[in-house]
């Protein structure tokens, strides 16, 4: 039983030391040794002209893409000198309402900043938070366009300059919703008008395409979504906790998918995407850290179009995600409309779950979701009765800690115990230090005498780590702590402590368990109980305040209840 201890220490003691390590090479720009080699860490000079984008499906004007139905379609081709005409002839308009500012851009019709009135930047609390961008050092856009079959004539895609219609683009009080029209000239026989309509109290856009068939013959176009994005982490992302930043598609069969940056690269010769390729539900989306854009097809809810999914390389670390859509075939003057949905916004929970089906998924709970969200949804409960989000934490641990009470009890008495024949057990192995395997026999004796088991105190804790962990999950991902106050200098639970204040108190709470639980008889195994509390400690100086009160409170009660049993048992100080 010792053995199996001392391994299941080292174990954990091994791994701590690991991540730790890997997170300082992330830290300090060098690769994971879990993960393939990242993307380059910034947009390549002159890779993306301000105002445009690489073309709809690919990196080159001319690139084919393969869909799941054997049907291949190709991106519109657009000369370097005709798109950079299109750019000096376009310009951007900043549409404003209660929770937006977002500009048009004309080239294409596209979304190409998008700022969030409501939520503060990370790094500068003078300023708001930005989604889409398309600055020096960022690229992020919402685009869409038509493509036609094989073969077919270049159509309107995001490329081509649309005109834009007069109207008021302030949304103004009293008014619920403001409506933006733009119109691209006839391409290849097709005219495309964009209308986006613009909600009040919603970071949901509704984006209606109509195509005009004005030539003399059939066109069979097709539309495509995508969202295209370079390949860094945002902005003030710290290296110590892993969030997910990247493409992301949901249907029916496969739910929700992730796809890394780097599997996109490793796939692109291929050309084997692993996530659907075609369905008749789903959208498409780009995830990052409390933040989230997708593309959903219906004005409300899906309406069950086929669909073929992509996500590309379309440049030097910069990827798309999106979706074609076949709009059948228009005969000469027959006009057809699409209606689909642009979300851009904070990733609440509650709201996501109600615009489409699967749409919460983007708020990342990894592997445990099944237990987080159950335990967001109680921690939403106390805020609305305590309306604060860091007493809240404090009493959903409180709630916690009563429902394993009598579980904690069990462990905390085994660990007593251990404590209380940890003399007897030093005294032995001195005097049989030279005749192991009698010193294991007389030590699995006093055990079974004093009615002790050496792994008592582990299997509880372990059947309640997996809540715990979750809890952590919950913490990390929900936007409702960001720049949520707690008390006096904590005044954004997403972001460190600044003074340091709650990572030392927790650190010295994990060294008071550490005398309060039994030492080990091995030496070596006694001083490693010492130095993993400092070493996790490094990992929380630079956590989340939120997840360091969720920690410490969880050591306060712990200890509490830990001293009361070891205080029954008359083990304290031995």
Request: charged share 15%.
């Amino acid at each position: 039983m010792t053995e199996m201890r001392r391994t299941l220490l080292w174990v954990v003691f091994s791994m701590s030391l690991v991540l730790l390590w890997d997170a300082w090479n992330k830290h300090n720009g060098h690769p994971s040794m879990f993960g393939p080699t990242t993307t380059s860490t910034g947009v390549a000079a002159g890779s993306a002209p301000a105002g445009s984008a690489p073309s709809a499906v690919g990196a080159q004007a001319t690139a084919a893409l393969p869909t799941a139905t054997g049907i291949t379609v190709t991106s519109p081709s657009v000369p370097a000198a005709a798109e950079a005409a299109s750019m000096a002839g376009s310009q951007k308009i900043e549409i404003t309402t209660d929770l937006i500012k977002a500009s048009i851009d004309t080239l294409g019709g596209s979304v190409v900043r998008l700022e969030m009135l409501k939520q503060v930047d990370r790094l500068d609390h003078t300023k708001n938070e930005v989604l889409f961008d398309a600055s020096a050092s960022r690229l992020y856009k919402a685009q869409t366009g038509l493509i036609a079959t094989q073969g077919g004539e270049a159509l309107p895609n995001h490329l081509t300059v649309f005109s834009l219609a007069p109207g008021d683009w302030s949304l103004k009080d009293g008014q619920d919703q403001l409506e933006v029209k733009l119109q691209s000239p006839p391409v290849g026989g097709a005219r495309l008008i964009k209308t986006y309509t613009f909600h009040r109290g919603s970071y949901v856009v509704a984006v209606k395409h109509e195509v005009v068939n004005e030539s003399a013959a059939p066109i069979a176009p097709q539309i495509y979504y995508q969202l295209v994005r370079d390949g860094n982490p945002p902005p003030g992302e710290s290296s110590f906790y892993m969030t997910f930043t990247g493409p992301a598609i949901y249907t029916e069969a496969s739910k929700f998918k992730k796809i890394d940056f780097s599997d996109i690269e490793e796939r692109a010769a291929a050309e084997k995407p692993d996530h659907d390729t075609a369905a008749d539900n789903g959208w498409v989306a780009m995830v990052q850290h409390y933040f989230a854009t997708a593309w959903l097809l219906g004005a409300t809810t899906d309406d069950k179009s086929p669909r073929e999914f992509f996500t590309r390389k379309v440049d030097t670390n910069q990827y798309a995600v999106g979706m074609i859509v076949p709009m059948g075939t228009l005969a000469p003057g027959a006009t057809h409309a699409m209606d689909s949905r642009l979300l851009a916004g904070p990733q609440e929970e509650d709201v996501l779950s109600q615009i489409a089906p699967g749409l919460d998924l983007v708020k990342d709970y990894g592997w445990l979701t099944i237990l987080s969200k159950p335990l967001f949804w109680l921690l939403t409960q106390l805020h609305g009765f305590l309306g604060n989000w860091g007493w809240s934490i404090v009493g959903l641990v409180v709630l916690l800690k009563i429902a394993f009470f009598w579980l904690n009890a069990t462990a905390y008495k085994s660990m007593a115990k251990m404590k209380a024949v940890g003399p007897r057990v030093a005294e032995m192995r001195e005097r049989l230090k030279d005749k192991p395997q009698q010193m294991q026999q007389e030590m699995m004796r006093i055990y079974r005498e004093e009615k002790v088991n050496p792994l008592g105190g582990c299997l509880p804790i372990f059947v309640q780590m997996p809540f715990f962990i979750a809890l952590y999950w919950v913490l990390l991902a929900s936007v409702e702590m960001r720049n949520a106050p707690w008390i006096s200098w904590i005044t954004d639970l997403s972001a460190k402590d600044p003074y340091f204040i709650l990572p030392i108190l927790m650190t010295l709470t994990s060294l008071l368990q550490t005398w309060l639980n039994p030492t080990p008889p091995d030496p070596l195994q006694a001083k490693m109980m010492w130095i993993m509390p400092l070493a996790f400690s490094v990992m929380f100086f630079y956590f989340p305040a939120g997840l360091v009160l969720y920690w410490l409170t969880n050591n306060i009660l712990s200890i509490a209840q830990q001293y009361l049993i070891n205080k029954k048992l008359g083990v304290l100080g031995k």
